[in-house]
């Protein structure tokens, strides 16, 4: 089964960590990072895809992607 997620946050070290985090856990970044900027909060947010392949299980809608 191959899993998709989509990261987002504020453009922080909070991100980043994130992102390193499911890098260390077997995820693979899938295409181009976005950026954007929220007038309402003066801040930039970003967002990152990542997939991972989990081989032996079949996918399930009301499983949690990020405990795959």
Known sequence: MKVYRFLTGP???AFCHR???ALN???ELHG???LSFNAATNQMHC???VVKTVHGKDYDPSMKLGEQ
């Open 32 to 34: 181009a990072p976005s």
């Open 25 to 27: 856990k077997g995820w």
């Open 47 to 49: 967002g990152q895809a």
């Open 11 to 13: 453009d922080d070290a």
């Open 19 to 21: 992102v390193t985090d």
